[in-house]
């Protein structure tokens, strides 16, 4: 079982950039204490750090009480819309795209067997919507609308819409047992929606913000329904909660989310600005898009954080890789470096890839026999060495296997991270007050009831004549 094995945060290749470790050591006491506060309950927004032992004491509830559901759309679809923006879908997406059959869509029947995931409600663009209306019609699906506050515009408009497909397709009676919600179970507009219409609903516990909740419904019903063994997922996050949260853990040496707290800060601190998360599998990709959401919304506060950015080699070497190199060296890199690639090999990958003897003359003979593997550890190694010959410190998280309990074990140790750094760099890592600033002015500008005289404002702000404009200069 996977859990013999260790995830590691090897940050050896930093220090020879950055002296991480004296530093480091100055650090301990201030994250200890973080550490203490976010268990305690006792930091900034104590009420929204019910996700810490969520995990351990809610996760097996939740597991048997999504069961019937998980039956009863696996039986009558075979696609799941999942409607939801920011961490009501970002984490869903990060593990069903690592583990499930990239090309699931194309042969449904020979690679998957359980209902495919698709995504809306995460933007406002007409194009994309339009062409998953064209796909669905290739399917028999159910709709998941997923919103903690109930209210968001994107999913809200998203689930309209695909609310009135269902019912053109199906008549109002097959479209409502094909929708299902997961919200916060007191109040909202989502919640009264679900009660009035009878749809099923799953909660998001009001002590949970959205990018702490993967462990929640939110993540679990969706990728139970999709195959994933949730029941793994969250042993491997149980496993992380008891590995850092431990009263006996406070060691750098051997708590991985302090560690990784601490050395984010200790970078910071030291005027490097932004984070890149380097992925090496385009399968992991969502991963990126759920840890910028996290660190992004809770680091981001009062002018101050570190900017998370991402990029998936060896592709992004192909474009960022000269920045990387040898640009304003305020950037550090993160990797997530898999050990054991064929881990998949029980999952969605089905055969080993050696490079083949060719009569190509192409100039890689040297390489003919070799597993494709070992090409992408040379490349990793390659890469780690070059970036910090170019002075950018690089971290490397070693993942022993892509599976659902590693997966659970990494993002588990990440959610503590952050709420333990954001602490020790005394923001509140709970929040999002930032978010609010661009939907009141989109309200305002989209006519919204009670937003009449910030409408007046902004519009009077958008049309001020005399700014200079950019002009179109050809015309067809
Ligand atoms: O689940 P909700 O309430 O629709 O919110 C979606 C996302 O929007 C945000 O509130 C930001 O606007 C995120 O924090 C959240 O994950």
Redesign the pocket.
């Known amino acids: 079982m996977s859990q013999e094995k260790r995830l590691i945060l090897d940050w050896t290749k930093a220090h020879d950039v950055f002296p991480i470790e004296k530093h480091l050591s100055n650090e301990t006491n201030n994250l200890i204490s973080a550490k203490k506060s976010l268990l305690s309950g006792k930091g900034k927004s104590p009420e929204f750090t019910g996700w810490v032992n969520y995990v351990k004491e809610e996760c097996p509830n939740i597991l048997s009480s999504i069961k019937k559901t998980v039956d009863t759309i696996s039986n009558h679809s075979d696609a799941v819309v999942i409607v939801?923006?920011?961490?009501?879908?970002?984490g869903t997406k990060a593990v069903y795209e690592a583990l499930t059959h990239t090309y699931a869509s194309i042969n449904q029947e020979s690679f998957h067997r359980k209902p495919i995931l698709f995504w809306a409600g995460h933007h406002i663009a007409l194009d994309e919507l339009s062409e998953l209306l064209d796909a669905l019609d290739n399917y028999t699906p159910s709709i998941i609308v997923?919103?903690?506050?109930?209210?968001?515009t994107?999913?809200a408009l998203a689930f309209r819409i695909l609310k009135q497909y269902l019912e053109d397709r199906f008549g109002c009676d097959e479209a409502s047992h094909r929708i299902f919600a997961i919200?916060d179970p007191q109040d909202?507009t989502l919640l009264k929606i679900a009660k009035e219409n009878n749809y099923p609903y799953f909660p998001?516990p009001k002590n949970v913000?959205?990018?702490y909740?993967v462990f929640t419904p939110v993540g679990l019903l969706p990728l139970a329904i999709a195959g994933i063994n949730v029941t793994e997922f969250v042993a491997g996050a149980v496993q992380a909660f008891d590995d850092c949260t431990s009263e006996k853990n406070h060691s750098i040496e051997t708590n991985p989310a302090l560690c990784y707290a601490g050395i984010r800060n200790v970078l910071y601190a030291n005027k490097y600005k932004i984070e890149s998360l380097c992925t090496w599998t385009p399968k992991a990709r969502g991963i990126a898009e759920w840890w910028k959401?996290l660190f992004g919304?809770s680091d981001g506060k009062e002018n101050t954080g570190i900017f998370p950015a991402s990029a998936n080699f060896t592709t992004d070497l192909h474009s960022l890789g000269q920045y990387f190199q040898d640009g304003e060296r305020h950037l550090f890199a993160t990797h997530i470096k898999i050990q054991d690639e064929y881990s998949l090999l029980k999952g969605s990958i089905k055969r080993k890839i050696k490079i083949p003897e060719s009569n190509l003359k192409d100039g890689f003979e040297f390489l003919a026999g070799k597993d494709l593997s070992y090409v992408q550890n040379e490349a990793q190694q390659g890469t780690f060495l070059a970036h910090s010959d170019g002075k950018v410190p690089t971290l490397v998280w070693e993942l022993p296997e892509l599976n659902a309990w590693w997966l659970g074990y990494w993002m588990y140790v990440n959610m503590l991270a952050c709420g333990i750094g954001g602490y020790a760099r005394g923001i509140n890592p709970f929040d999002?007050p930032g978010?609010?600033d661009y939907?009141n002015n989109m309200f305002a500008l989209m006519g919204k009831p009670s937003y009449a005289d910030k409408a007046a404002q902004i519009k009077s702000r958008l049309n001020t004549g005399n700014r200079l404009r950019s002009l179109g200069l050809t015309s067809k």
């Open positions: 939801g923006i920011g961490g009501s879908l970002l997923v919103s903690k506050s109930g209210g968001t994107e999913p919200t909202g998001i913000g959205g990018r909740s959401q919304e999002q978010v609010e939907k």
